[in-house]
Structure formats: C-alpha cells, structure tokens
C-alpha cells in the first residue's frame, strides 16, 4: 500500500506543476496586458477554494473510509482537468474564458482539499507509528522526485507546442494515477461522528489545534510562509522571471528547476536524516533560510544569484513543511488526525488567494516594489513566533510533545 502511495506521489508530483505553470504560460499568451492580474486570479481562486474545503476536507478524512476518499478525489480530478484541457484548446467564450478556468481552477482546488487530508492521515495507518518518520521523508521524495524535471520539461515543451496541447497531454499521468489508487487495500478512518454534523466535528478539530500550543505554534508558522512567503516566487514567479528577468520560457523552466532540485536535495536529506525532522529547531531554521531566501529572490537581478536563492527557497519549503508535518503527526491524537492535517492545505489556499490582492498591487506598483515588502513581512513575523514560543525550538524526539507539554499559548 504505501508503495502505490509512493507511486502516486510521484506522478501526482510531475503533473500538478505542469498543470499550474500551463496555465500561467496560456495566460501570458491570451491576455499579455492584465498577465500579473489574471495570474493572481487564478491562485485566489484555487486558494480560495483551498480555504472554504480544507476544513471540510479534514472532516472527511475523518468520516470516511480514507482509501475511498482518495480515489473519489482523483476521478473527480481527472474529470475537472478534462474540461480545463478543453477550454484552454478552443476558448470557446473569447474574452470570458478566463472566467469559465477561474471556476474550473476553483473546483479542482476544492478537490486537492480534500484530497491532501486524507492522503497524509492515511499513512499512519499503512507504516505504523514506529516508521511514521521514515515515511513521511520517502512520501516528500515521491512529492518532489519528479518535480524538477516536470518544471524543465513543462518550459521547453511550451516553448514548443500551445499551452493547451501540453495541459492536454499531461491527462496521460490519471492512467498511471487511477489504477495505483484503486489497488489500495489498507483501512483508515478517523474518528469523527457522522451523526454529530460536519460543522461540529469541523469546530472540534479547531478548538483541538487551538488548545495544544505545540500544533498551534506549528501551524501559525507554516501560515506565515505559504500566505506571505510564497505567493511572491511562487505564484508571480514565472511573471517575474519571464517580465523582471527577461527569461524566455524555456530559460524560466531551467532556472524554475533550481527551486525544483532544492526540494528534492531537501527531501533525499531529511529521508536520510529523519531524525531531525521531528526536532523544533529544525523546523525553525527552515523558516528562517526560508524567509531570507525570500529577501535575497526580491532583490537580486544576478541570474546565478537568483539561481541559488531560488534553490535555497525550495530546499527550506520542503524542510518546513516536511518537520512541521512530522511534529504534528506525532502529536495529534488519531480522531482528531484528519482535521488537524486539513489545516495545511487550508495553509496553501491562504497562500494562492492573498495571491490576488499580491497582483493587483504588484499591477499597480510594480512586482519590484511588492516582492520586498512580503519578504520581509515574512522574515519579521517569522522571527516573532519562534523567539516567542522557547518551547517550540526544544521539541525533539525525545520529548513527548502535545497534551502533556502544553505550554500557555500566546496571540499572534
């Protein structure tokens, strides 16, 4: 089971930023003049659907047999990318298409929400406990295995063909993706109570993470580097690359590919060296490298240095999120599970819908203005919760985190 998990990961790890970055390229191509603010309307979209479902989505995970909630998420996958390769082919509504993609961006956000949940409260379930760090590294290396040649392949190819055609052809990775699902055979539910409504197990899971400062500390720092950190090299990053550095698309897959191998040098370390991933002060130290990175994307106009940050920017995500998901599985108590893990791809939606107030200004001021203004928000409110929260740096394997090494729990 946790092989065809793997296997899964890996090609969902190819095709989900060809995906995106398609789209980024068929706006450049359709509406040159409003690119930076289409762009960001896109990530709100999918961010704000990231949002509204990831709550929804924990309570699933927690409601439902997980194995049958995967494989529901993926057919409905599939199916809503079909209708994007269609209408990214024959924009059939002229100047309004971009409003029917808007929607359709919205609905597959809304069903990665509820995907990732029940995905990542699965794998407890499959390894154990006892091999829960392990797993989580290998799973991370099948996110990003394929990730840096996905963003190499994804520029030259729309250098070469039409951004419609190549979303087209990235539907090929559902018939690898549906039959690994399917095979699945591990059980795994939590331990949520139909009967007690989905808004009540939803407000439970709230006030579960609220209450345990260790998860909370965690959550508010992985919710200061996706909704301010990354909507800038993230989102915009292909605009700033294409329009601030006057890369060609195919230069901007090379240079996306550093961000691409920081992940995955990232993932191979810490699957090697699993021990650190469960320690507090790893997961502050990646936030940290994050956030200067950050600074040092929004300044620079060196290629070779923007190439280092930006793998700097990748190695440090992929550390943060992959500590603050080990803290945070170890922690949680399993009915609880499911809904506590629906907060991180609540996480990423807050960081694709502040995309869209990031482009309007980055519209109006300039990308230039706007990029040093979120890295250093970043680093500063960073910087605020771990050198107010002591107790987080000192969780370690060692120590048993959560109910019992509560501390009082300060408000950010």
Known sequence: ????????????????????????????????????????????????????????GGAFADRFERRRVLLACESTGLTISVLVALLMLASPFGGWTIAVLLLLAFAAAANLAVDMPARTASIPSVVGMADLSNAIGLATIGQQLAFPVAILITGA??????SGQVYAGSLLAWVLILPMIAALRFHSAGGARPAAGMLRNVAQGLKYTRRDATIFAVISIVVVTQAIGMPGPATLGPVWMTKILGLTKAQFGLMGMTWGVGTLAASF???????????????????????????????????????????????????????????????????????????????????????????????????????????WATLLLSALIIFGRPALRRVDPGTRVGAESRVPSPEF
């Open 1 to 56: 089971d946790f092989r065809l998990l793997f296997g899964g990961s890996v090609v969902s790890g190819f095709v989900m930023p060809m995906q995106f970055l398609t789209q980024i390229f068929w706006i450049q191509d359709h509406y040159p003049d409003r690119q930076v603010l289409y762009v960001g309307l896109i990530a709100a979209s999918r961010g704000s659907a990231m949002l509204l479902f990831s709550f929804v």
């Open 157 to 162: 190819l729309n250098d070469r063909f039409g």
């Open 269 to 375: 370390f810490f699957a090697y060296r699993h021990d650190l991933v469960r320690k507090g002060s790893t997961l502050c130290a990646m936030t940290l490298l994050f956030s200067v990175c950050a600074v040092g994307f929004a300044y620079s106009r060196f290629i070779p240095l923007t190439a280092v940050v930006n793998f700097g920017l990748g190695f440090a995500l992929i550390g943060t999120m992959v500590s603050s998901t080990t803290i945070v599985q170890h922690t949680v108590s399993e009915e609880m599970r499911g809904r506590v893990m629906g907060l991180f791809p609540l996480a990423m939606g807050l960081s694709m819908l502040n995309g869209a107030p990031v482009s309007a200004a980055g519209q109006w001021l300039g990308l230039e203005v706007v990029f040093p203004i979120l890295a």
